[in-house]
């Protein structure tokens, strides 16, 4: 792919030369635009399974008090039932959470993903980090620049 910015006369510096605060501010925007396309394409799709090795390292936990619902077919929870722990700290029956985790890889109830074996989606979800991080660059250059 020919480089927008080449094909638009920019052209790296020559010694001595002030660099253009703006170039670098448009390449921000334009990396994270390119990363704003990708997230609402992925947005159309459900994330991959959990990993067998975070479903395996779910904590179990024997029911002691009643009170307790599952988020999932909303029943109560019994006094010696064993329920599943997600890291978010919620629970649910391991016949409501299993099959669900075997679909997609967050918490039915808040999100909260586990780690998953899709190389791809590991790779995706890098990248929004990485553009968050970029966000906050655009923020302090901009805050460099205007104030
Ligand atoms: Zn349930
Ligand atoms: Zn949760």
């Known amino acids: 792919m020919a480089d927008y910015f080449s094909e638009m006369g920019w052209r790296e510096l020559a010694d001595g030369e002030q660099p253009n605060h703006f170039l670098h501010l448009a390449r921000l925007f334009r990396d994270y635009n390119m990363f704003e396309e990708l997230n609402s394409l992925n947005g159309e799709k459900l994330p991959p ?30 006094t010696g039932d064993v329920v599943k722990i997600m890291p978010c ?23 909260y993903e586990l780690p998953t074996d899709d190389e791809d989606y590991e790779a995706w979800k890098k990248e929004k ?13 901009h805050n460099s620049m205007f104030s």
Do not use: M, Y
């Open 49 to 78: 399974p959990a990993s067998k090795a975070s479903v395996e390292a779910l904590i179990d936990e024997k029911i002691t008090q009643d009170g307790h619902q599952c988020p999932v077919c909303l029943k109560d929870f019994l």
């Open 129 to 141: 980090k990485r553009a968050k991080e970029r966000e906050t660059d655009i923020e302090n250059l």
């Open 89 to 111: 700290k919620h629970k649910f029956h391991p016949e409501c959470l299993l099959p669900w985790l075997s679909k997609t890889n967050s918490c039915p109830l808040c999100r």
